[in-house]
C-alpha cells in the first residue's frame, strides 16, 4: 500500500515565523512530528511519501501515486486541511485524519472518510488491518493514553530537513498542572509519561546521522513534569554530545517552577539548552489563581525569569489578556511585566476556549460561547463572552502589541537580556546562520523602516555584549516578523 501523509498549511501568525525564516533560507519551522511518528508504526513494506504543504506544493501526481492519504492537523490549520481533503477527494484518494482537530466535531473535516480520536498508538494496528482488508470504520476512537516506551522513532526521513529550523523530539506526554484553559491535560492526561532514555538518545542518533546540525525542539507539553526523570537523562545527553562535538543546541517549553531547582538549571546548561518556553499568562495572581496556574501564583515570576536567563537560558513567554478577574490596568501590567523580564519574544493573546477545557465547559454553562475556536489566540476575534467590555479588552490588546512590538521597545528589550544573559556553551556556526547575519544587515540595516534603530542596537550590542552577537542578530530577525505581523493586526478591523 501507499501512503501519502499530507500536512495541512498554517495562516501567516505571531507563531508561523513566516517573516523571518526566509532571512536564514528556511521555510518552516518544524516538520510535522505526528506524521512521521505515525510512519513509523506502518508496515515496513508500506511505501510513504509526506507532503508538508508549508514548505512544498501539493502536486496531482502526488494524489495518483497515493492509494490513502494520512493528515493530521491543529485547529488553526482547518482551513487548508478542508481544502486538501476537497482535493483529495476529487481524486479519489481516501483520507484518514487524526491529530488534535478531531477531538472535536469539526465541519472542517466532515468530507473525510477515516476519522482518528485520540492517540494513534492504540489505535493504529486495527487500523492498518481495515485499511488492509477495505473495510476501514468511518470512526477510530480511543480513551486510552498511549505507552510511550513502545512509540518507534519517528521516520525524520521523509521530511525535507533542509527546508526547516529545527528539528523536534519528545521525550515526555502529559502535565501535571491543571490550568482551566488548556487542552493538553484534557488530550494527555496529567501524568508524565516518559520515554527511555535510550529512545531519546536514537531519536538524537538518528538526526545526526542524517546530517541534521542545530536547533532541536523538545516538544513536550511540559518537560519538567517528572523532575527526577529529567534529572538522569540530561548528563547522558550532556555525554552524547559531548562525544559528537555537541552537533545539537536545544530548547524546549516548560512551566515557571523550573527556575527553583539551581542543580537542574545547572544540568541543562550542561547538555546545551538555551531557550526555553514560559507560560507566564499575566502578572495577576489572582487571574492565575483563578485559571488554576497555582505553579505561577506560588512563583516570583520575576525573579525566576533573572535565575533563568543567570544560566543563560532565553526565556520565551506566553501572555494571555481576557481573564474574567482582568483589572482595567492589565493591559500597562503586562507591557510593564514584559518589559521588566526582559522577554523579547513574548506571545500575547486572546483567552480561547478550546473545546473540551474545562473553560469551554464553565462558559458553556454560563451560555458565554460564541464560537468554536478557530485556534489562533493573536487574532482580535474573541470565540467568547468576556466580562470586561470587548471593544475595551480589543482595544487594550492592540495596545499592548504596538507597544511591546514598536521597534524601540523591543529592541532596548532585548539588549537588557542580552546584558542579563549567563554563559552559554559554544555553538558551531552553520551556513543558514552567516545567511541571517548578511541578510538582517541588508533588509533591516538598509532597507527597513526602522533602520536607524537597528543600527543604533547592533552598535550596542556590540559594545555591551559582544559574546551574544549572534543571539542578538537571530532576535533581532525574530523582530522583523513580529513588526509585521503587529502592523498588520493594527490595520485589521476588530471583530
Known amino acids: 500500500m501507499k501512503v501519502l501523509f499530507l500536512y495541512p498549511s498554517f495562516p501567516d501568525t505571531f507563531w508561523s515565523f513566516r517573516h523571518a525564516l ?27 511519501k509526506l507532503v508538508d504543504t508549508n514548505v512544498e506544493k501539493l502536486r496531482a501526481k502526488d494524489l495518483k501515486w497515493a492509494d490513502v492519504v494520512f493528515l493530521s492537523a491543529m485547529l488553526i490549520q482547518e482551513s487548508s486541511l478542508k481544502q486538501l481533503i476537497g482535493r483529495c477527494r476529487k481524486a479519489g484518494v481516501p483520507t484518514v485524519v487524526g491529530g488534535p482537530i478531531t477531538s472535536a466535531e469539526n465541519p472542517c473535516y466532515a468530507e473525510a472518510d477515516h476519522i482518528v480520536r485520540g492517540e494513534a498508538e492504540p489505535i493504529i494496528d486495527e487500523l492498518i488491518a481495515d485499511l488492509k482488508a477495505g473495510k476501514a470504520r468511518r470512526v477510530y476512537e480511543t480513551k486510552n493514553l498511549a505507552d510511550i516506551t513502545r512509540v518507534p522513532t519517528p521516520d525524520y526521513s521523509l521530511a525535507r530537513l533542509g527546508k526547516y ?74 555525554d552524547w554530545m559531548g562525544s559528537r562535538d555537541n552537533p545539537f543546541y536545544l530548547f524546549t517549553q516548560a512551566s515557571i517552577n523550573l527556575a527553583d531547582d539551581d542543580h537542574l538549571l545547572s544540568l541543562m546548561r550542561a547538555a546545551r539548552f538555551e531557550k526555553v518556553f514560559i507560560g507566564i499568562e499575566t502578572p495577576s495572581a489572582e487571574c492565575n489563581r483563578a485559571a488554576g496556574k497555582m505553579q505561577n501564583v506560588n512563583s516570583d515570576m520575576l525573579a525566576s525569569v533573572r535565575r533563568l536567563h543567570e544560566f543563560g537560558m532565553e526565556v520565551m513567554g506566553g501572555f494571555i489578556v481576557g481573564f474574567d478577574q482582568d483589572p482595567p490596568e492589565v493591559f500597562e501590567q503586562q507591557i510593564d511585566f514584559i518589559r521588566e523580564a526582559a522577554i523579547p519574544v513574548s506571545m500575547v493573546g486572546l483567552l480561547n476556549a478550546l473545546p473540551n477545557t474545562r473553560l469551554w465547559r464553565r462558559l458553556s454553562e454560563e451560555g458565554r460561547i460564541l464560537r468554536q475556536s478557530a485556534g489562533n489566540n493573536t487574532e482580535a476575534l474573541l470565540n467568547y463572552i468576556p466580562k470586561m467590555n470587548p471593544e475595551t479588552l480589543l482595544a487594550g490588546y492592540q495596545n499592548v502589541l504596538s507597544s511591546i512590538y514598536s521597534p524601540s521597545e523591543y529592541f532596548e ?36 523602516r526602522y533602520r536607524v534603530t537597528y543600527w543604533r542596537f547592533i552598535g550596542k550590542a556590540l559594545r555591551c555584549a559582544p559574546k551574544h552577537l549572534g543571539l542578538a542578530v537571530t532576535l533581532a530577525i525574530m523582530g522583523h516578523h513580529f513588526f509585521i505581523m503587529t502592523n498588520r493586526m493594527q490595520s485589521k478591523p476588530s471583530r
Open 413 to 448: 528589550r532585548t539588549l537588557t537580556l542580552l546584558s542579563r544573559l549567563g554563559a552559554r556553551p559554544y555553538t558551531k556556526r552553520v551556513l543558514s546562520d552567516y545567511l541571517g547575519l548578511v541578510r538582517s544587515f541588508v533588509r533591516q540595516g538598509i532597507f527597513a
Open 22 to 48: 526566509p532571512f536564514i533560507g528556511k521555510r518552516s519551522s518544524f516538520p510535522p512530528l505526528g506524521l512521521m511518528t505515525v510512519s513509523a508504526m506502518l508496515p515496513p513494506h508500506w511505501k510513504r
Open 165 to 238: 529550523s529545527s528539528m523536534p523530539v519528545q521525550y515526555s506526554r502529559g502535565c501535571p498542572f491543571a490550568c482551566e484553559f488548556c487542552d493538553v491535560i484534557e488530550l494527555f492526561g496529567r501524568t508524565p509519561r516518559i520515554k527511555t532514555t535510550q529512545q531519546v538518545l536514537h531519536e538524537f542518533e538518528r538526526l545526526y546521522h542524517l546530517g541534521w546540525r542545530g536547533s532541536v525542539f523538545l516538544v513536550d507539553d511540559n518537560f519538567v513534569g517528572n523532575k527526577s526523570a529529567i534529572k538522569e537523562l540530561l548528563p547522558r545527553i550532556t
